[in-house]
């Protein structure tokens, strides 16, 4: 029976590669010259932390951070950005943390949405943050890959696993 599986993913070594360049642009930019303006990649707690030394500067960092990670693929739907805190030293930072995986209540919204697209053969089934989509024929599961790309969900979805 034709299947594939729908999942919420990010290659943590492309937004290495993205903080990467963003260090190094910041470390040769005229503008960011003198400001001490770093980005840091947490993989344990899918975290990224931007510290500078004004607002504007940490608003510009974070221009340069989603420049370099559109460049690399990665969509800006698994970034959720916090707020401007203070730090130490007249600093300010900010967290932004990565979503990865398919939520209960986003494979909620997932499965309700191709229910009601109407398509009777079309069966889902949750299996831990993925989402397995089946049907008795391969044109049911490419009209659900369509509808599913015109919608937004609010987190990147990925198609892997599609078998015949």
């Known amino acids: 029976m034709p299947s594939f599986d729908i999942v919420s993913e990010i290659d943590y070594q492309e937004v290495r590669n993205a903080v990467d360049q963003t260090n190094r642009e910041a470390a040769t930019r005229f503008d960011f010259k003198g400001t001490t303006s770093t980005v840091e990649v947490a993989e344990k707690n899918n975290r990224i932390l931007l510290n500078s030394s004004t607002p504007e500067r940490l608003k510009a960092l974070m221009v340069v951070l989603q420049e370099k990670l559109v460049r690399r693929k990665i969509s800006l739907k698994a970034l959720s950005i916090g707020n401007i805190e203070d730090a130490a030293r007249g600093t300010v930072r900010q967290q932004i943390t990565l979503k990865v995986g398919i939520g209960s209540e986003e494979a909620k919204t997932l499965n309700r949405f191709i229910k009601n697209l109407g398509i ?32 937004d969900f609010g987190i990147p979805l990925e198609f892997v696993n599609f078998r015949d």
């Not at 943050?129 to 890959?145: E, F, G, H, Y």
Request: proline share 0%.
């Open 120 to 151: 009777k053969s079309v069966n889902t089934q949750t299996q831990g943050q993925q989402l397995r989509v089946t049907s008795k024929k391969r044109d049911d599961l490419q009209a659900v890959i369509s509808a599913l790309k015109e919608q």
